[in-house]
């Protein structure tokens, strides 16, 4: 009875530095407040702008953005429009919480299956942890990004979702790895070995014992997928392989090349897309930074 309060103390200490660690992070706190604007901007923004106005024709072709002189005498669309009359403001408002969201999917459903191979192969080992070493070793081998523009040519008609989750397929080498690795060396310490003795189930220590101390490793490892699944989307999308019906970074990149924006100087198509895509990808940075000081005590010491 004694344990179990000292136990829910030191759980509850350790709970209480963790968090403060959070607050205090400002690195955490930046990345992930930048990728919750852009996340949120299209829901919020939906308040004062209509989606209608990035549907083809909804303006003039062509036109460079409101404030500048040229376009005087077509108001109302601070970053002009595209060669097909998109709203240029409005497409990016609603494509980049679709390429957040692809990367979320992926991500979540990468670190899941990666978590789950990784924690049974290398908590029970055996011929188990064998065939997924084996497999993780040759899927990470194989380059993902022709995997996946192979699957996507052959689906006629891709949603934002789907693409999700094909991305998925392949984002689970790396989270099972990096959790194998771990729980290699955490099945032999002394209080999993004690819980062993003490007749605890095997699923019990590992929900109850090992994946708490392993949060932060998880949340690190979702950080970099979603990354990496967002740069997969972009990279498709770019390429013409992504949801046509649907806005997204990656598809406005697709069209300002296609009609060739960058020659003509139509900077505003291309230009706020990539700075977004920047700004992106240096919120997912700092956050992923952020957490690999939670998950290191080296660098806890440090900050």
Known sequence: ?????????????S???AWHFVRTNKMLVTGLGIVFVLAVSGHVASIFVDAERADVGAGAPARPPSWLPAAKNHPGFALGTDQQGRDVFADLLLGTPAT??????????GVLAGTLLGFTGGYFGGLWDT?????????????????????????????????????????????????????????????????RLNGVRDFKI????????LLPFLAAGLVGATAA?????????????????????????????FYGALIRGMWWWWGPPMLIIVLLFIGLFLAAAGLDQIANPRLRKSA
Do not use: H
């Open 131 to 195: 065939f997924v070493t084996l497999a993780t070793d040759v899927f990470m081998t194989i380059p993902a990004l022709m995997i996946l523009i192979v699957i996507v040519s052959m689906v006629q008609v891709l949603s934002t979702e789907a693409l999700g989750l094909i991305i998925a397929s392949l984002a689970w080498p790396a989270p099972a790895r990096m959790i194998r690795s771990q729980v290699l060396t955490m099945r032999e310490r002394a209080y999993v070995q004690i819980a």
């Open 229 to 257: 699944a967002v740069l997969a989307s972009i990279g498709l999308s770019a390429l013409g392989l992504g949801p046509q019906n649907e806005p997204s970074l990656g598809l406005t990149i697709y069209w300002s090349l």
């Open 206 to 213: 590992i929900v109850m014992e090992m994946v708490p101390n």
């Open 100 to 109: 957040i969201r692809i990367g979320l999917i992926a991500g979540l459903l």
């Open 15 to 17: 709970w209480a530095s």
């Open 1 to 13: 009875m004694a344990l179990k309060v000292v136990r829910r103390a030191l759980s509850a200490q």
